[in-house]
């Protein structure tokens, strides 16, 4: 078990159960999976494009521990010069262990790697629950060898919950330590 896993299981669960007035333990808001995705935008050439989506592989193993899903464009676009079955994206969806422990390299070691870091917006709930989070860089997370990329590329985490409740997300997101930004009374 994971340490922000066991910290869920014995202190964030039965707290969020009080203080939500919940009758059993198995209603509390939990995270149900993180989706990670990114995009590939260069117009290139279809060959160019597979080494592309190689490095981009390579960098989603490394970050999340899975190989990610390739993402491929539906319909041909002649303006970016796009045809249909050229790869657009790679995605990884993490559930169990590999989800716990990407949330907490997230919070206690990626987001406070960002430069000017200020907290992650408080506003970036979808009305079901999730949260979405856009990193500029791939370059925060450790992991990843600068001299190993061929371009800095950002990239979205959104985090699933079970509740239908943004408040109810809020408060697990901020009790599993998600760095939100200060807010402004003034």
Do not use: C
């Not at 993402?71 to 790679?90: H, Q």
């Not at 993490?94 to 870091?117: A, C, H, N, Y």
């Not at 990239?155 to 699933?160: A, F, M, N």
């Amino acid at each position: 078990m994971n340490r922000l896993q066991e910290k869920y299981s014995k202190k964030i669960a039965p707290q969020l159960q009080k203080e939500l007035k919940m009758s059993s333990l198995m209603a509390v808001p939990k995270v149900n999976k993180i989706v990670i995705n990114m995009g590939v935008t260069q117009p290139t050439e279809p060959r160019a494009r597979w080494q592309i989506m190689d490095n981009i592989i390579d960098q989603f193993k490394i970050i999340t521990g899975q190989k990610p899903n390739v993402t491929l464009a539906r319909k041909a676009i002649a303006g970016f010069t796009l045809r249909e079955g050229d790869p657009v994206g790679a995605m990884v969806t993490l559930r169990g262990l590999q989800m716990w422990e990407f949330l907490d390299k997230l919070v206690s070691i990626t987001l406070p790697r960002v430069k000017d870091f200020q907290g992650v917006s408080r506003k970036a709930f979808d009305g079901r629950g999730n949260y979405n989070l856009g990193l500029e860089e791939q370059i925060v997370f450790p992991e990843i060898n600068y001299d190993l990329i061929n371009q800095i590329r950002g990239l979205q985490v959104t985090i699933v919950t079970s509740t239908k409740n943004d408040q109810e997300s809020f408060r697990l997101l901020e009790l599993l330590g998600m760095p939100f930004e200060k807010e402004n009374h003034g």
